[in-house]
């Protein structure tokens, strides 16, 4: 079974934050995840770019504080993308 | 099939081995994954879990300093995965941004107290250059000229700066011509001279330049940026937006070309290089099974598939030339393979470029530790190449040492797979690993030829062994150091030292560095040894004492202490001594003191200490050994 956007995210999140994938959730942030400072937030984007071979707008950078809104940017540039 | 369709968790199978104390299988699986998933996430999670693992595997230590115009960081993850699993725990600490010229001119600075063994100075052209890169329209053509001397005089000031503060390996960034020139197709039109300079024309000067201060130090190597940009796709390498939000100029998806390039020359200066590559001959060699598709069957020619082949063959026989020894392991009839080696008419590779062959039907893990052993060298000295995914499966589970080479699915990658290699990257070469396999052929004889004689005596006599003992001279100096890095068997202390500190110690007072080159009927080996040593008031201390592998028990290690001992002797120390350091792989040369009458004073830890009374005893000169000594020119 393919995993899902949340899944795929949650494993780049769980590698690069050194936190287990069970508890990272839609809610986990840049608030409740100590690790997710501003040099793994970079790391972070680049990491999806690569995964999802997408590019984020440096304003779509500043959206991404939480793991349920990268989601959804996620799959709303994979939707737009032409494939 | 994306790797996080797969059944297995290796993450979760790490973590469970790591948790039962089970490192080298816990390595195996991180280095998968790591194969399985070459990305940023894989890249955290493997470098955390080896950081728990290090003190318990065999890994080569490296501090990597990385002097920087641009956000290198999230490289460095890639860089440490990649280095993890070719056995390398890497330490990495950058300077600032743009900081680099005061570090490196800062004898106090950061860097130097980091004590790095390699350093790498990362630079954009627009960064070097800037008037070139972003108006070169505007500029006269003095202006231009004077720009390439101005950087060109920058970087050698640079590089001279770091040379007289350090002696670790420097790695300097070629700099990347712009996607698009200022002057569009009109750049290509301009002749390529001092006066006339274009853009693309003035950056080319540069790089040329760059290239000769390069040669012109020790231990300064030029990774081709430009090149390694221009292989990726120039247009796909940038990012702009993120040049200018985080200083970041990489795409996310071409940090990991950067990260392998980087590997390829950390991997040859950690001495975590191949010396043999052993390959498996069907549908690796050649497309088809020679036992059952025949000499007309197989696929191997100047024509599809089998140019895809030929293509392996050729980077196998660029690799020989390089000094890497090839070697077979198939499982095969002899006759069938050999009669394909010998006679098919595409064939590019003959037996004669293979040092070992173990064509049969044993076990593969088996083979390698017998081709090992007949090429005098450790398993950890091979790589493995082979199609069959199974094969490789098995010799990483019985021989984690070996270098097991991932064939893609696609043969027509094979070639690229093998050239793209770390550990077949040399950063010099000797004339000995030109002519290596050629070295290894006359080997062959010599061994048929001894099983000839009564007595080893005769043996020796017949060799008509002659050496040639002399102080380090220029054109000595790659090879005594390559010497140091690689020599792991018969060598009694194993300290590695780059050319710039072997340099150091030929020139300090009181301090010896010799070479000692043999030849024989069949043959010259070239440089195959070393001693240094270093007098106090009566005692003269041997610091370094080695011999290459392939020339060990033909008495010429008694040779050079005779020679060494002799020496301290007529500058008058009435003593020589020196430490064994035993090491996994030096036993040996464990016995050497003990066999030449040295007497142990002390044992620590480390080591033994051995000394011998110059005023009591001399070291005789093995009698069917003819010595030539040079005075040579002293570096």
Request: with cysteine.
């Amino acid at each position: 079974m393919t995993p899902t956007i949340f899944e795929q995210v949650q494993r780049i999140a769980s590698d690069l934050f050194g936190v287990p994938g069970d508890q990272i959730t839609r809610e986990s942030s840049t608030e409740s995840i100590e690790a997710w400072d501003s040099t793994q937030h970079l790391n972070f984007v680049l990491a999806l770019e690569e995964k999802f071979n997408i590019q984020f707008s440096p304003e779509e950078m500043d959206q991404m504080r939480n793991i349920g809104s990268t989601v959804k940017l996620v799959e709303r540039k994979l939707q737009n993308s032409p494939r | 099939m994306s790797a996080t369709l797969k059944a297995r968790d290796l993450r979760k199978e790490a973590d469970e081995l790591i948790a039962s104390g089970s490192a080298d299988l816990a390595a195996l699986r991180l280095a998968e994954l790591w194969r399985n998933e070459s990305g940023a996430g894989a890249a955290a999670f493997v470098v955390s879990r080896y950081e728990k693992l290090r003190e318990k595997l065999p890994l080569a230590r490296y501090r990597l300093a990385i002097l920087r115009s641009f956000t290198v960081e999230p490289v460095i993850p890639l860089l440490r995965a990649a280095a993890f699993a070719s056995g390398i725990d890497l330490t990495v600490q950058f300077g600032d941004f743009n900081a680099y010229p005061q570090e490196i001119l800062d004898e106090e600075s950061s860097l130097y107290r980091f004590a790095p063994d390699g350093a790498i100075l990362a630079t954009r052209t627009a960064d070097l250059a800037p008037d070139v890169w972003s108006h070169y329209p505007d500029l006269a053509q003095a202006a231009v000229a004077e720009a390439v001397q101005r950087v060109s005089k920058s970087l050698e000031q640079w590089i001279k700066a770091f040379r007289k503060r350090s002696s670790a390996a420097l790695i300097v960034h070629s700099l990347e011509q712009p996607a698009r020139p200022s002057t569009g197709v009109l750049d290509a039109q301009s002749g390529f001279n001092e006066s006339a300079l274009s853009q693309s024309g003035a950056i080319q000067q540069i790089n040329q330049e760059l290239r000769k201060i390069v040669a012109a130090h020790r231990g300064v190597y030029l990774l081709d940026y430009d090149a390694l940009v221009a292989r990726h796709g120039r247009l796909r390498w940038h990012d702009e937006r993120k040049w200018l939000t985080a200083r970041m100029p990489i795409a996310a998806d071409q940090l990991i070309h950067l990260s392998r390039e980087w590997l390829r020359f950390v991997v040859p200066l950690a001495g975590k290089t191949a010396k043999v590559l052993v390959v498996d001959l069907d549908n690796t060699l050649w497309g088809g099974v020679i036992g059952e598709d025949g000499m007309a069957g197989i696929q191997i020619g100047a024509e599809y598939p089998g140019a895809a082949y030929q293509a392996l063959q050729r980077a196998l026989l660029d690799l020989a030339r390089r000094g890497i020894l090839l070697a077979i392991c198939s499982k095969n009839n002899l006759d069938d393979a050999l009669e394909a080696l010998q006679n098919h008419p595409s064939m590019l590779v003959r037996p004669s470029h293979f040092a070992a062959m173990r064509i049969n039907w044993h076990d593969k893990a088996l083979n390698l530790r017998e081709i090992a052993s007949e090429l005098n060298v450790g398993v950890d000295a091979l790589a493995f190449l082979d199609d069959n995914p199974m094969e490789r499966e098995q010799v990483r589970a019985a021989l984690p040492q070996v270098n097991v080479i991932d064939l893609p699915p696609d043969p027509l990658d094979y070639a690229a797979t093998v050239r793209d290699a770390p550990a077949f990257q040399r950063l010099v070469l000797s004339d000995e690993d030109q002519q290596r396999t050629e070295l290894y052929a006359a080997q062959r004889e010599r061994s048929q030829a001894q099983q000839s004689f009564q007595s080893k005596e005769d043996f020796f006599r017949y060799l008509e062994l002659e050496v040639e003992i002399a102080p380090l001279e220029p054109a000595t100096l790659a090879r005594a150091a390559q010497l140091t890095q690689k020599t792991n068997q018969f060598n009694l202390t194993t300290r590695r030292r780059t050319e710039q500190q072997i340099a150091e110690l030929a020139a300090r007072a009181g301090s010896q560095v010799l070479t000692i080159r043999l030849r024989d009927r069949f043959g010259d080996h070239g440089l195959v040894g070393v001693a240094i040593t270093r007098d106090d008031s009566a005692s003269c201390e041997i610091d370094t004492f080695l011999l290459s592998c392939r020339v060990i028990g033909r008495t010429v290690e008694t040779a050079l202490l005779s020679h060494v001992a002799s020496e301290a002797a007529s500058r008058g120390r009435q003593q020589l001594a020196g430490w064994f350091l035993p090491t996994k792989k030096n036993a040996p040369a464990r016995d050497f003191y003990a066999q030449h009458g040295f007497q142990l004073q002390s044992q620590n830890g480390e080591g033994s200490f051995w000394t011998l009374d110059l005023r009591q005893q001399t070291i005789a000169m093995p009698e069917w050994i003819r010595l030539k000594t040079n005075e040579g020119a002293r570096v």
